[in-house]
């Protein structure tokens, strides 16, 4: 059990040590310093501990938020101050040194202080309305508890639990009851990881009800997977409500999101097979499409994400947008998050066909992906900005080279360096685009893919050849990703063959599992997976180079075989890979609450 300390002169009468117990703290009294730091060298090593003026006033939530949070290895509030194992050690160094309380002194931020000057940060969270405070006399006392009493800390811990940047839909659609949902939950002793798995379960069942191709069918997958987004809004929630942060929750929210969208694609490409109509190419067109948007919201951010020196007419523009708050709505659900396209395909499929929620979605997320590249275009055009080392590397691992590009690169990297800032990504454009044309274009079996393969390898190398720090250098992650989905995607529609392109969707999943999860280790801290995964799964030109042999070795009814087996191996390694590093201990804190996705 956590330990709280209380310090400083007692109140009669107080709450406190009541309100530290239902936080589920054991209360101890320390009666001077001295007797403070053997309390808390004498705490449980695994647990956190806190040390709380004994005149502390304020809100439960308000300590709530500073001493059970998770997240962070010390937080405080004005006369509470938490330490978990991690910052043990820093804050008896602080005990140590510090000079003997006064009646006035309040220790715990005395001690937050202390921590911060000798380098570890100190969390302290944003409290609005609630009150904490350690007041000097009766009136201001009297005046604190007055304080306390006019706000009601149960209706802003509801409030807060609600994410603050969230689609229309999300905001006046879920959010209103999805919040009472979480705290009925966490009065249940449910966990956030429990919604969330319940949350994936309602979707695979949703796909299966898609899958079954009756309007019945239909109608029941719309709803149930509505029923699903609302119980995905109410995981963070809960998250948010309880303290309830997790790596492991993060990871699941995080993967559990693609793949749920991305089984009710197969379910719904399913059920229009039943009924005769073959939608697989546009089920794979529109994960195609969805990954490489994201993939570009994931470069330009990492790209961007410690830029100095950064101005931009373009962000100015944007941040005054900002500020007019109807068109804050319009841009939000202009780049179709996830609510409004979740919203947008459950409506279609229980009122239309699959076709139909295919091409809507292909429009949609098409418009939304020009909006936001063209936003960014400009931004990096017109931006005077250095970027890092750490923003290079970003990129570097996102672009997934393999060992092929990689040697390349090594005897390109002269060639690389007497060329303009804007070529690097010119030259994947054209080397992707390249690839793309032959793979359409050509008969199946031919030869040209595999030229244009070797071709890609090429220029894949010279525009990695060296560091990513031009200022469109962070496209050249996403049109890897366009060029090697979609040349799996064209070569499958070229072969015409039974389960083919059935097929080619469960090798994008794979590989796309496998690219959102370098992602996710990189906005952790992590950096990317170890390069012995990237070697093995070739990389993304080595990828492309192999699918292309195999169509050009193999006959069409013999391709769906070898997709299906590279997709499984894939999978496996990916996989396997994946969850041994999300339940280890080097897996990252992931405080990210992201963009609507």
């Not at 969330?196 to 191709?213: K, P, R």
């Not at 090798?507 to 996710?520: E, G, I, P, S």
């Amino acid at each position: 059990m956590s330990t709280a300390i209380l310090t400083g002169p007692p109140v009669p009468g107080s709450s406190l040590e009541g309100d530290l117990r239902s936080l589920g703290f054991d209360v101890r009294v320390s009666p001077g310093a001295a007797e403070t730091a053997a309390l808390v060298a004498a705490a449980p090593a695994a647990e956190r501990v806190a040390v709380v003026d004994a005149r502390f006033v304020g809100h439960v939530h308000a300590l709530r938020l500073a001493l059970t949070d998770p997240r962070f290895p010390a937080a405080a509030v004005p006369g509470a101050l938490t330490a978990q194992p991690g910052a043990r050690a820093a804050l008896i160094r602080a005990l140590a040194a510090a000079e003997a309380p006064t009646v006035t002194t309040v220790v715990p931020d005395a001690l937050a202080g202390a921590l911060d000057a000798d380098g570890t940060s100190v969390h302290r969270p944003e409290l609005g309305s609630l009150v904490a405070t350690v007041p000097d006399d009766p009136q201001t006392r009297n005046e604190a508890r007055q304080a306390v009493s006019a706000v009601d800390d149960e209706a802003v811990r509801l409030k807060t639990a609600v994410k603050g940047r969230d689609g229309f839909f999300t905001t006046y659609c879920v959010s209103p009851y999805s919040r009472y949902i979480a705290r009925w939950c966490a009065r249940r002793g449910f966990t956030p990881n429990q919604v969330t798995t319940a949350s994936l379960i309602t979707a695979l069942i949703a796909a299966g009800a898609a899958a079954t191709g009756t309007r019945a069918g239909f109608v029941a997958a719309g709803v149930l997977l509505l029923v699903s987004f609302v119980l995905d809004c109410t995981d963070g929630q809960l998250a948010r409500y309880s303290l309830q942060y997790s790596t492991m929750g993060a990871w699941l929210d995080a993967t559990f999101d693609r793949a749920k969208e991305y089984a009710y694609y197969a379910g719904l490409a399913l059920g229009a097979a039943r009924g005769g109509d073959d939608v697989w190419a546009l089920a794979l067109a529109a994960m195609v499409l969805q990954t490489c948007r994201h993939v570009v919201d994931f470069s330009f951010n990492e790209a961007n994400h410690d830029a100095v020196a950064n101005t931009s007419p373009t962000a100015a523009l944007s941040d005054r947008l900002d500020s007019v708050g109807w068109t804050v709505w319009i841009r939000r659900m202009i780049v179709l998050p996830i609510g409004e396209r979740w919203a947008m395909i459950a409506v279609l499929t229980a009122v239309t066909t699959p076709r139909i929620v295919f091409y809507a979605l292909l429009i949609g997320c098409s418009f939304a992906a020009a909006y936001t590249t063209a936003g960014r275009l400009l931004r990096s055009l017109t931006r005077r900005a250095r970027r890092t080392d750490r923003a290079a590397r970003a990129l570097a691992e996102l672009a997934d080279s393999g060992p092929l590009a990689e040697a390349a690169a090594r005897a390109l990297a002269p060639l690389s360096r007497r060329l303009p800032a804007l070529a690097p990504p010119v030259i994947a454009l054209l080397g992707g685009a390249g690839l793309l044309t032959a793979a359409a274009l050509s008969d199946y079996g031919s030869p040209v893919p595999v030229l244009a393969a070797l071709g890609y390898v090429l220029t894949s190398a010279l525009a990695v050849a060296r560091p990513l720090a031009g200022p469109l250098d962070w496209l050249i992650p996403p049109v890897f990703r366009a060029a090697e989905y979609g040349t799996v995607l064209a070569l499958a529609v070229r072969a015409d063959a039974p389960g083919a392109l059935p097929a080619a969707f469960g090798l994008v999943a794979a590989v796309a599992y496998h690219h959102y999860d370098t992602v996710y280790r990189i906005r952790g801290g992590s950096g990317a997976p170890p390069a012995w995964l990237v070697r093995v799964t070739g990389g993304h030109e080595g990828r492309v180079l192999a699918v292309t042999v195999l169509a050009a070795l193999v006959a069409a009814d013999d391709l769906t075989i070898a997709l299906t087996a590279l997709a499984a191996a894939v999978a496996l390694v990916v996989l396997v890979e994946s969850i041994r590093f999300w339940v280890s201990s080097a897996a990252p804190a992931v405080h990210d609450e992201g963009e609507p996705a």
